[in-house]
């Protein structure tokens, strides 16, 4: 069974950088045809895209957000991961990581950023 875990610190400064990475087990991020994503979900809101790698290295940013999103990823680790920079408290949300595969979709559990001095 895939398994996704994200990781990274819970809490970051405005105006840092937040990083979190998806560790992957169960499955190849090479695997043709998958497609990982970031997405969040802020207090109050939608679940919101923010981008993915598919399994050659492509990436793919929502619009909004592409200015100060870059998300990347280590192929020996099976890890991939997400840099968002120039935070602000509008940032603070849970973050999830997932992948689209075949004909189902596996999620991590998500994980708290706050973005507060």
């Known amino acids: 069974q895939v398994q996704l875990q994200e990781s990274g610190p819970g809490l970051v400064k405005p105006s840092q950088t937040l990083s979190l990475t998806c560790t992957v087990s169960?499955?190849?991020?090479?695997?043709?045809?998958?497609?990982w994503s970031w997405l969040r979900q802020a207090p109050g809101k939608g679940l919101e895209w923010m981008g993915a790698?598919?399994?050659?290295?492509?990436?793919y940013y929502n619009p909004s957000l592409k200015s100060h999103t870059s998300i990347s990823r280590d192929t020996s680790k099976n890890q991939f991961s997400l840099q968002l920079n120039s935070v602000t408290p509008e940032d603070t949300a849970v973050y999830y990581c997932?992948?689209?595969?075949?004909?189902?979709?596996?999620w991590g559990r998500g994980t708290q950023v706050t973005v507060s001095s």
């Open positions: 997932n992948v689209e595969w075949g004909l189902v979709d596996y």
């Open positions: 169960g499955g190849s991020i090479t695997t043709s045809y998958s497609y």
């Open positions: 790698i598919d399994h050659d290295g492509n990436t």
